[in-house]
């Protein structure tokens, strides 16, 4: 249990263990019925040639009822059976990068031409559901994990002919498949991961002969005795960045995290346990004063050598190495509770893009053929190596049985060491789904309460609009738990 120094009843509680979510089963279709006959014995003499015509016609009408299932099986795998075209709608990834992968693709499956569209992020999620509300697709999408309740009646489900539920939970980290678990289904499919990690500069930690902590109350000591300030008060050195939601890049996921990580639901956040994780999280700016509002963006404080810890996903690290390529930096895993027994599992957070196939594509079980192979271990071995060749490295392995290239990654090592354990939430910053999507509004009943308790509030009376504006939110999106 963290010890909240000058604040004895903020301490965050234990850790529950979070069920995994069951892999649905997959609805297997009836056997048909067996086509019966009744052969009537004929007449001996010239009713002999009857009966053998008769079943030379049996026979060849089942030849042809063979032949006619057959190709409506074919017909309904890709399409019309002539020439398939499929639009996918891509984010952060440019053409360059899938293009190899979807000429491999295409030389095997000559009748398939897929159609990749790079988006902007700004206004994705609005465009993108005025598209589909349109009719004009795309059949491929690129959403975030934490959109499934805004497109889960655009979403198709993954056939079990593709991926069965047992193969998809044994590829994919467990919170793939707790997000994506829709109804009787699964509903994408990823080719990427990531989440929050802990950065810290490397510099200071060594001057100040430092070790990265791996409790919260260690990273709230350590972060006390790395901070600097003038003879003004001003801070010149930051020990981390926490207590603000203004200039605190993915202060949701990092508030999301302590809750979740105290036992906390967060479509309910009510109680002592969710009061102690909104208290913790500001007490670095209220209390310690080692993060203020007067400071910069923590990403840019952090590149800029001013901030010894930063929490962030790995994808950070390429707008850090741009405005100071000289910063020796590395992550490490988030911080977690006190154990109370060896068992207890540690908690991270997770935010990543997952594909998905819309519901109305005339094409769909091409499309998920497609997806099914651009998440093979191969294709996503190639996918990373073209992504590394235009910035540091390429996105993050989805698949558990691919952490291992990436475990010994200074970056990378730390994500990946623990996804096994990662948890999610709708709680997401920079997803841009715009204002009136499930994470912006969720995040402003969050910010509103964090800025109520830095200006005196008790977190008790801060909760009260939260939990009813996020139940407000989750009832709008016909959800009310995960």
Known sequence: MITLNQMPDNNLGQIPVTPQVAPPTGTVPPPAQPVTSTVVQAPTGSGGNFLKIALIIVGIALLALGIFIGARTLLSRFGTGGQVTLTWWGLWEDASVVSPLIAEYEASHPKVKINYVMQSHQDYRERLTNSLAKGEGPDIFRFHNSWVPMFRKELDYLPPSVMSPSEYSQTFYPVVTSDLTSGTGMVGIPLEYDGLVLYINQEIFDQNA??????????????????????????????????????????????????????????????????????????????????????????????????????????????????????????????????????????????????????????????????KFMSQKDSLEKLYQNEAKVRQFGEPYPRADMASLLSADPILGALMNQAPDAQSWYLQSRTFDGPTGINSQISKYFEDAVNAVNSGTPADKALETVVSGVSQVLSQYGTSAK
Do not use: C
């Open 210 to 371: 430092k070790s990265p902590p791996t409790t919260w109350d260690d990273l709230r000591q350590t972060a006390i005795s790395l901070t600097k300030k003038d003879e003004q008060g001003t801070i010149t050195q930051a020990g981390v960045a926490l207590g603000r939601v203004e200039n605190v890049d993915h202060w949701q996921e990092i508030l999301g995290l302590m809750m979740l990580q105290n036992g906390v639901s967060l479509e309910n956040p009510t109680g002592k346990l969710a009061e102690d994780a909104l208290t913790f999280f500001s007490v670095f700016s209220s209390v310690d004063g080692v993060w203020d509002a007067t400071l910069p963006p923590s990403t840019a404080a952090f590149a800029a050598g001013k901030l010894a810890m930063y929490f962030g996903p790995s994808w950070r690290t390429f707008e850090i190495k741009i405005q100071n390529p000289n910063l020796k930096f590395k992550t490490f895993p988030v911080p977690q509770l006190p154990k109370t027994t060896p068992n207890e599992p540690d908690i991270s957070y997770a935010s990543y893009w997952v594909e998905g196939v819309w519901a109305r594509s005339k094409n769909k079980a091409a499309a998920w053929d497609f997806l």
